[in-house]
């Protein structure tokens, strides 16, 4: 057994290694900590790139994939990648859900059955509210959205992002994802971070390193301790929390991360549910 | 006038320097005591590559069983044939703290052929001429007058001492980066640039 697999079977360090597939995105949202929008830097890694990954994850004792952006799902072999990657480890895929209609809806059928499940970002069971922070009709779309994928067997999570993670939570937001299908079990609530354009908006709770799970992500810039590290402010990559720009072989990063979560005092871990 | 002095100053650096709020978590124990110069930002980008170029460095650059004079006479001249700006600079005012004088230095950083009245140091200067300066073969008379002075196991560390010091000027210099205010400020105190 590799020390990685150790490390994670021990809880010391998280099983789940993420993949920023692209930085893109269809929308602009108010709190975007890549600052995605649809003319920015794409950032994409190739599809042989995130099976490799995946593959490496596997190898070393990783027990579980992401895929986030930007929004996953511009790049037009998305489901079928996600579907591959499930095949592989577990995966969760995070996506805005307002791409979901016509070819998108069709190809992400590939999903259902499969060990993959989306995440879509829902912020407010208020139309107004969402969309403020998210851009117009984000709301119509990610409703209409969320019970055709979950219609055709695919399993989805919502995640609810906020200023006041507890009002946002509010028994509202609840019954309307239970209306969409969604189980209590798979809505995820979690604070703005400020970093990325929230930052710039002054937006968010402060975190540090150990405010975030340790989570190894994959990026075509690199390696990053946790997901909510290759953020992006005034077009600049941020590397804070870069751990290595070499990815492959991923022992490399996985090392790097490993040594300095054994490092790291007693204690050290955050009580911020950033997830 | 001191011929290096009249190359041309890097102006901006083409890489970003990282600062303690950007420097990587690996590479932040580097800049917990202020600013460690360029090089280390520059290289702070890459932190796996930092990791072990900066031990590297420092063990081939910093004391060792060669004196200190020898060690800074090696880099200074390496830097001058190199035509570093920023090397020059930096490891003139190291020169000057080691016990160099004035005049040696300045003789040292020209692009010219330097000269010391010592032999054991003179055939040093050809040695460097030499290895840095050309490419191809050393001319075995160089390494023959070299080696009356110098014992086996010194002359590889001279060489390497070159050769790291050579890495450190093309990165130094395709790079532009910046010597520090107060080198300048010491250097213009000396008359030296
Ligand atoms: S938060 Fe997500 S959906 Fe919004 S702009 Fe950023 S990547 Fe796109």
Redesign the interface.
């Known amino acids: 057994m590799t020390a990685i697999a150790e490390a994670v079977r021990a809880g010391e360090l998280p099983g789940r290694v993420w993949m920023y597939s692209n930085y893109h995105c269809n929308l602009a949202c108010s709190y975007c900590l890549t600052e995605s929008a649809p003319k920015v830097s794409k950032r994409e890694l190739t599809s042989e790139a995130m099976i490799g990954v995946a593959h490496d994850a596997a190898d070393l004792g990783f027990t579980a994939l992401g895929v986030t952006g930007g929004e996953p799902f511009l790049l037009p072999d998305m489901a079928h990648r996600l579907a591959e990657l499930g095949s592989i480890l577990p995966t969760v895929g995070l996506t805005n859900g307002t791409l979901f209609t016509g070819r998108r809806l069709d190809a992400a059928e590939e999903l259902a059955g499969t060990d993959v499940a989306l995440q879509i970002s829902l912020d407010s069971a208020d139309p107004d509210v969402n969309d403020a922070a998210r851009g117009p009709e984000n709301f119509a779309k990610v409703v209409a959205a969320i019970p055709a994928l979950v219609e055709r067997g695919v399993t989805v999570r919502i995640a609810t992002t906020g200023q006041d993670p507890d009002a946002v939570a509010a028994a509202r937001l609840c019954a309307l994802h239970r209306d969409l299908g969604v189980p209590d079990e798979d809505h995820v609530v979690r604070p703005i971070i400020n970093r990325g354009r929230a930052a710039e908006a002054g937006m968010g709770v402060d975190v540090t ?1 150990s405010d975030l799970p340790a989570e190894l992500t994959v990026t075509a810039d690199g390696a990053f ?1 946790s997901p909510f590290g290759p953020t992006v402010v005034a077009g ?1 990559l ?9 990815t492959v072989p991923l022992r ?1 990063p996985a090392q ?1 991360l490993l ?2 979560l054994q490092g790291r005092p007693a204690g050290a871990d955050s009580t911020l549910n950033i997830r | 006038m001191n011929t290096a002095g009249a190359l041309v100053t890097a102006a901006t650096p083409r890489v970003p320097l990282l600062d303690a709020a950007s420097a990587p978590l690996t590479a932040r124990r580097y800049f917990s005591d202020g600013d460690p110069g360029p090089i280390v930002a520059a290289l702070a980008s890459v932190p796996e590559l930092l990791e072990v170029t900066l031990p590297f460095l420092s063990t081939v650059l910093s004391a060792s069983a060669l004196d200190a004079r020898t060690k800074e006479i090696v880099i200074v001249r390496t830097s001058a044939v190199q035509e570093c700006r920023y090397c020059i600079d930096a490891h003139s005012v190291v020169a000057l703290d080691t016990g160099l004088t004035v005049a040696e230095v300045r003789t040292l950083s020209e692009r010219s052929p330097a000269s010391l009245p010592d032999e054991r140091e003179a055939a040093l200067l050809a040695w460097i001429d030499a290895v840095a300066g050309a490419t191809g073969p050393v001319q075995d008379s160089v390494a023959a007058r070299l080696g009356a002075s110098y014992r086996d196991y010194e002359i590889v560390e001279l060489t390497l001492l070159i050769g790291a010091t050579m890495m450190l000027n093309r990165f130094c210099t395709a790079l532009s980066l910046p010597t520090s205010t107060e080198v300048t400020m010491r250097l213009t105190e000396e008359g030296l640039v």
């Open positions: 390193e301790w600049q941020d590397t804070d929390l870069l751990l290595t720009r070499t490399v790097t040594g300095l």
